[in-house]
């Protein structure tokens, strides 16, 4: 369960202030679908980060299953990342690098799982988000859609019970887009938890409750009828 | 993780970038190789040395009379006397006399070193004959004109090495020749192979000087070469009254000179060609600041994915010192290359060490370690959210 009390987020742009978070309290329980929406640099981002632990906010409290966050150490911090979170990303960010099946391996690796159970357990993935097939390719040999496929994979991987995704069809076309929203709504039915940032209605209405934002301040909290 | 994951991203991200690794490698590639080139000839250089000096006889102590603020020499009975009166701590004696002079044979003609000394000479100076005989008590007493020729001088003269029981002339007076000196050196002009042996009363009187002003004196044990010289000096300081008319050296003593001049040679090429690979280690620390910028952005995505600041501290750390250890065992395999080239050209013999590979090994890996740290710190300690921000 996500908890998150009274934050806020401030950066100082030299005299003056910015509230990226202006006082942000949610409730998001397990198995929910939630969808965050609101302008640009309505402070949605900085949402996500401080929710999967990338970032500490100024203030305020957050209490993820129970335990304190925001007093955590960075090394704990990691292993909730790499345990309880998993990323995806507007822009994939996929290791240009590595393979497919490598990009999948990471957090495992960083979970120190051995060399053939990982490779099991990534092409699983892989084989999940329909990419059995092309498990050697490296990001650039891959379309974006496939790209963001090997993204969901490696965000399923280490068997997370969260998944966050920011903006995850934004770098797509519709059709690769619904293709990517099919499979987010899938784990959802599956018990993941799921955080969604987007810009789209359509794709905002997919979701079991809808979040606004707007100047860093929650002014909706709605179900999905 | 393990490091062996660390090394494995290490390995490729230094594959996926070879041309840049093998220039930053190339620092470390010549520091190492020259530091086992230069040591190696050094040591190569120190052995042969001490080689030759220990084939000159051990134990041995030479005295010579420098005549400074004297008028005084040593009678050659006075040392034989000497040496008798102590023969608890001395083997033999041998007088020396060396002047250079003609030696001829038919129409065959050299300049070389005529050598006169006596019987004892075989075991002080470690001089043995190859084939003859070498001469004895009583070819010294009767002035015989007996020579024991090198093998150079065997060649020049005779076309031959058997030249036991021919005769030569040297300075016009005519010597059999009864033995041919074991080769010591390489048969050259000029070397130990270059020499004539004859009585040291026959020499007195072929360079008509009866002084004898060298003096090789072998202890009998190893043991006593230091009382040996107490008492050599004792009746030399009795003697004469001037510690500067004579001056009395041992092999060990010249031994420790040479290997604390080698010593010190070793240390001083050691350290030069340390600095080459200190210059290398700079290079990796500059090469790998340029590589952490350039990742940042896989650096903020690892970080997202869970991977802690110790697992990119050790990737970046990891390849660091990946790359100067790969740099240490090619620049050691090219050291030994370039030793055996060396040596074939200059013929100083080149003589790597295990220890020194082993040294300048851990050098290139610590210089690996020292200059990697502070980049892969740097990695470590990136913001995430910053990192992935960057394109
Ligand atoms: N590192 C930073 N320094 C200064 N200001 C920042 C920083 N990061 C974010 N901000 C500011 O915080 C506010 C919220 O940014 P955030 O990225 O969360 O917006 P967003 O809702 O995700 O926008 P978008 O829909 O464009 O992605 C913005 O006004 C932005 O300028
Ligand atoms: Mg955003």
Redesign the pocket.
């Known amino acids: 369960m996500i908890k998150i009390e009274d934050m806020y987020k401030i ?1 100082k ?1 030299g005299s003056t202030n ?1 509230y ?1 978070l202006n006082g942000i309290d949610i409730c998001i329980e397990p198995k929910e679908f939630v969808a965050i929406v ?1 302008q ?7 949402l996500m980060n401080m929710i999967g632990c990338l970032d500490k906010p100024t203030s305020g409290e957050y209490y993820l299953d129970g335990n304190r966050v925001t007093k955590m150490k960075e090394n704990e911090l990691a292993d909730i990342r790499n345990n309880k979170v998993g990323f995806i990303f507007q822009s994939f960010n996929l290791l240009s690098k590595l393979s497919a099946l490598e990009n999948v391996e990471l957090p495992l690796v960083y979970k120190g799982i051995g060399r053939k159970e990982r490779y099991k357990m990534a092409h699983k993935a892989l084989e999940r988000v329909g990419l059995g097939d092309r498990v050697n390719h490296k990001p650039t040999e891959l379309s974006g859609g496939q790209q963001q496929r090997v993204a969901i994979a490696r965000a399923l991987s280490s068997r997370p019970p969260m998944i966050l995704a920011d903006e995850p069809t934004g770098a797509l076309d519709s059709k690769s887009g619904q293709e990517i929203m099919k499979m987010i709504k899938e784990l959802n039915d599956e018990g993941k938890t799921i955080v969604l ?1 987007t ?1 789209e209605h359509h794709i905002a209405n997919q979701a079991k409750r809808i979040i606004q ?1 707007q100047d860093g301040k929650v002014v909706e909290d709605s179900e999905v009828v | 993780m393990k490091w062996v994951e660390s090394l494995r991203m290490a390995l490729k991200s230094i594959g996926s970038n070879k041309g840049r690794a093998s220039l930053t490698m190339l620092g470390i590639i010549i520091g190492v190789s020259a530091v086992i080139v230069m040591v190696s000839l050094v040591q190569g250089s120190t052995n042969q040395v001490t080689a030759e000096l220990e084939a000159m006889g051990t134990n041995m102590i030479s005295v010579t009379v420098l005549g400074r603020g004297s008028n005084r020499t040593i009678e050659v009975n006075e040392m034989l006397e000497f040496a008798m009166d102590n023969s608890d701590k001395i083997e033999s004696v041998s007088p020396f006399i060396s002047s250079k002079a003609t030696a001829k044979s038919g129409s065959n003609n050299i300049s070389t070193t005529i050598q006169g000394t006596n019987e004892a000479f075989k075991t002080v100076r470690n001089t043995d004959v190859h084939q003859g005989r070498f001469f004895n008590a009583l070819d010294i007493e009767r002035r015989q004109k007996v020579a024991l020729i090198g093998s150079y001088v065997s060649q020049e003269l005779f076309g031959t090495l058997n030249s036991v029981g021919q005769e030569i002339k040297i300075n016009g007076e005519i010597f059999q020749v009864i033995g041919l000196i074991e080769i010591k050196s390489n048969s050259s002009q000029g070397s130990e192979d270059d020499r004539i042996i004859i009585p040291y009363t026959t020499a007195q009187r072929l360079t008509r000087n009866a002084n004898v002003n060298t003096y090789f004196i072998q202890a009998k044990t190893s043991e006593t070469v230091d009382s040996a010289m107490t008492a050599v000096e004792k009746f030399l300081v009795g003697i004469f009254s001037d510690t500067n008319s004579y001056r009395i050296t041992n092999q060990a003593d010249l031994l420790d000179q040479v290997s604390e001049i080698t010593g010190t040679l070793t240390m001083m090429l050691g350290g030069i060609a340390g600095i080459s690979l200190l210059v290398g280690g700079i290079g990796i620390m500059n090469i790998m600041l340029v590589s952490v910028t350039e990742r940042t952005k896989e650096i903020g995505i690892r970080k997202a994915i869970g991977a802690k600041r110790s697992n990119i501290l050790q990737q970046f750390l990891i390849e660091a010192v990946a790359v100067s250890c790969i740099g240490g065992i090619i620049g050691i395999l090219f050291g030994f290359l370039l030793s055996s080239v060396i040596e074939s050209i200059t013929q100083i013999p080149a003589i790597p060490s295990m220890s020194i590979v082993l040294i300048s090994f851990s050098f290139s890996a610590f210089v690996g370690v020292f200059f990697g740290w502070y980049p892969a710190n740097k990695a470590s300690k990136l913001n995430p959210i910053q990192a992935l921000r960057v394109e």
């Open positions: 950066y742009m910015v990226a609101g640009s640099g309505s402070g949605k981002s900085t940032i810009h934002l």
